[in-house]
């Protein structure tokens, strides 16, 4: 007679238990809330990195228009503004802006008005610095040069858009944190849940010589599965949300919003939500099965 | 094989179930553990399957003292150990052939060798045609066959049933009774917990029999007669039962 192949199988009926039953469904929720907090802490580092190589040693001039205001006009200031930069240490680029760029710069906030050449426009320059600037002279010799010239350095607001971007990849890691501490108690009461339920069980595989390790290789098999298809689920469930999200960033028209798409070493990386959740899974049950069994006779 | 000395077992503040038990079972031999209902012979059954350990008294099992065996050793023990429990035992929700498979998945055996062993030893007890049947779908004496093969399947050197034959007829109880005899030619130690007296008497070995939790060896009938025929009361026989204390009442 042709045997039947053996199907997997435990010693312990865990999948039927009620405690374990909700195992992967709770495991599902917490890969979910895990991937998507630690992808918004990847996006806000990407975008913190934009801001940093974009940025970074960088200044910017701007001349405002002063109508009725006993002054040169508007392009000459810029021009004197222009020279006096050209000449400073430190300086590596003075570039003065088009209207265009000036106009796609105020896109977010007046729309496609932004272009009426009946606005009053400031004149912006876009400076590089190749080395240590004197910010507050440089400064003293724009306004005595160019009235109505005001000069912003990057750096100030720079670091406090770092601090910003690092506080909110702290409250991610902290979210993951707190989902692997649920992650233990939930398996911690399952598994306690399941030894209590099965102690007769437990106590007959002892008697037929089972080692501790073996009744915790049943237990650690059953969380490990469930974990892996919750975890599973979990993460189809953020990939789509986050799919969702990028589309939905996409479709805006004048988007102050930074681009929501990951990239693909990041997707792998959310991969290993699910298989960090089964790997807490197989640690925390064989260290409660094993801290438990050996209070038994 | 097992030595008990002066043993007493209680169960938390109550009185002792079994009381000043003493006696040594020598390896590959074969006993009948007889007595009344509630006498004790479960308890004495689970201080040999190390289910317990004694109130009081010593008892070594394997050349192993069982007060000094810490709690890691005891599965490397429990498996030389073979038990058919008087309620069978058997997990409901595994097949036939993972019930009698257990004993050797924890030993580690080959899948394969599981498979062919356990589907052999099945076939022979009758149970060919219920690999794959589950404990809830077979009868009484079917179960009882399923955990006597599951108490065989890893050739234990100590076999231990209760009432193994309690649930079958008499045509398959004496098949069983003639597995046990196989194992015992074989070397296995073997004690069986019964009341049934005809399987007693047409199994000529001796009996350790428990009466208000105390123990007496009666050497088997054979043995009683050769002794009278020849007089040679001093003549251990070949399997040395005797008691270290225990006395005739």
């Not at chain 2, 022979?124 to 065989?152: D, E, F, Y």
Request: glycine fraction near 10%.
């Amino acid at each position: 007679m042709a045997l039947r192949p053996v199907r997997p199988r435990s010693d312990l009926p865990l999948a039927v238990d009620p405690s374990s039953r909700f195992l992967g469904w709770i495991t599902a929720l917490m890969a979910f809330l895990a991937a998507l907090a630690l992808a918004g802490a990847m996006l806000v580092s990407d975008m913190a990195q934009r801001w940093d190589s974009g940025l970074a040693g960088g200044l910017t001039v701007q001349v405002a228009p002063m109508s009725g205001a006993p002054v040169a006009p508007l392009d000459e200031r810029a021009e004197a503004a222009l020279t006096v930069l050209r000449s400073f240490p430190g300086i590596r680029t003075a570039t003065l802006l088009g209207g265009g760029e000036i106009a796609r710069l105020l896109e977010p906030w007046l729309g496609a008005g932004a272009a009426d050449p009946l606005l009053p426009m400031p004149r912006l320059i876009d400076v590089a610095a190749d080395g240590p600037v004197d910010v507050a002279a440089l400064r003293l010799r724009l306004t005595s040069a160019a009235p109505g010239a005001t000069l912003d350095d990057h750096a100030v607001w720079l670091a406090d858009l770092r601090s910003f971007a690092g506080a909110i990849r702290l409250a991610a890691l902290g979210v993951v944190v707190l989902i692997g501490a649920a992650a233990v108690m939930t398996v911690v009461f399952a598994v306690r849940t399941g030894l209590a339920l099965h102690r007769p069980v437990v106590e007959l595989l002892h008697l037929m010589g089972a080692t501790d390790r073996y009744v915790s290789r049943q237990f650690e098999r059953h969380v490990v599965g469930r974990s892996l298809r919750g975890g599973g689920l979990g993460l189809l469930l953020a990939g789509g949300t986050m799919y969702g999200l990028h589309r939905a960033s996409q479709g805006l028209r004048a988007s102050l919003l930074p681009d929501l798409a990951l990239q693909p070493w990041q997707w792998g990386a959310l991969l290993l939500v699910p298989a960090g959740l089964a790997l807490l899974a197989l640690v925390t049950a064989r260290w409660t099965v094993l801290r438990t069994l050996e209070s038994m006779p | 094989m097992i030595r008990f000395e002066n043993v007493g077992l209680r169960y938390g503040t109550e009185a002792e179930v079994l009381r000043d038990i003493s006696f040594t079972l020598q390896p590959g031999s074969f006993h009948f553990l007889t007595g009344a209902s509630g006498a004790g012979k479960s308890s004495l059954l689970k201080l040999m399957y190390l289910a317990h350990r004694p109130s009081r008294g010593l008892v070594t099992l394997f050349g192993r003292d069982m007060a000094v065996v810490t709690r890691r050793d005891l599965p490397e023990l429990r498996r030389q150990i073979g038990v058919v429990f008087q309620d069978f035992a058997l997990l409901d929700h595994l097949s036939a052939l993972d019930n009698v498979a257990l004993p050797l998945r924890m030993a580690g055996t080959p899948e394969t060798d599981v498979v062919a062993h356990c589907s052999e030893i099945l076939r022979w007890v009758g149970l060919g045609n219920h690999l794959h049947a589950t404990p809830s779908t077979l009868s009484g004496g079917q179960k009882q066959r399923v955990a006597i093969a599951r108490s065989v399947i890893n050739r234990p050197r100590l076999l231990l049933a209760d009432e193994p034959t309690g649930n079958v007829d008499d045509g398959i109880g004496m098949r069983l009774l003639y597995l046990f005899e196989e194992l015992y030619k074989l070397g296995t130690t073997v004690v069986i917990a019964t009341h049934n007296e005809a399987l007693i008497r047409r199994f000529d070995h001796p009996r350790l029999h428990l009466d208000n939790g105390r123990l007496m060896v009666l050497p088997a009938r054979g043995r009683v007669e050769a002794r009278t025929k020849d007089a040679r009361a001093n003549d251990p026989g070949p399997i040395d039962s005797r008691p270290i204390d225990s006395r005739w009442e």
